[in-house]
């Protein structure tokens, strides 16, 4: 069975640029999350959506937004690129938010560099 | 104040031996959830194990163990008899409110880079 997949692994931007990163959840999962992990820290969350609404954000400026499609893979888009925005972005599905089974199943992320 | 504190920056163990990863917490939510992750350096974070705080009896899976001290609010990952696929990073995380709508908005520490040497 496929895993969460992300695309592109690797890309490279400039400062002012936009980026688009894409994710396709595990067959059957419905939710989706994204996380910003700058180099030696922890990931940090940015967006969850269900059943394609936005159902929590996290502490990112406008720039970030994010949508999720009805087959429920989801992009996220950053606007005006800063040098800061230089991460792995992390892609995580469940079948719904939350719950007592604890899983929540992350992709290989895509390495975005700001230049 | 950090709400996941790691304070194990790296480590080295020796292949077949366990290791102890420390890891506390801090929330004031009766509802919350600990997990840890291994993150190898392809940049995916593998589940290992959770914890709810309601649980009663420790998370066990396979050659992982959870440490839960309600009290002392810390969750330490045991790994053992180490091999040398286990060199990674591993986070502890966590996530409150279960009932919560954003249901999967977890908090990282730092994380503990492990590096088992044969």
Known sequence: DAGVTQSPTHLIKTRGQHVTLRCSPISGHKSVSWYQQVLGQGPQFIFQYYEKEERGRGNFPDRFSARQFPNYSSELNVNALLLGDSALYLCASSLVPGGYTGELFFGEGSRLTVL | ?118
């Open chain 2, 1 to 118: 104040a950090q709400k996941i504190t790691q304070t194990q920056p790296g480590m080295f163990v020796q292949e077949k031996e366990a290791v102890t990863l420390d890891c506390t917490y801090d929330t004031s939510d009766p509802s919350y959830g600990l997990f840890w992750y291994k993150q190898p350096s392809s940049g995916e974070m593998i589940f290992l194990i959770y914890q709810g705080s309601y649980d009663q009896q420790n998370a066990t899976e396979g050659r992982y163990s959870l440490n839960f001290q309600k009290a002392r609010k810390s969750a330490n990952l045991v790994i053992s008899a180490s091999q040398l696929g286990d060199s990674a990073m591993y986070f502890c995380a966590m996530r409150e409110s279960l009932s919560g709508a954003a249901g999967n908005k977890l908090t990282f520490g730092g994380g503990t880079r492990v590096l088992v040497k044969p």
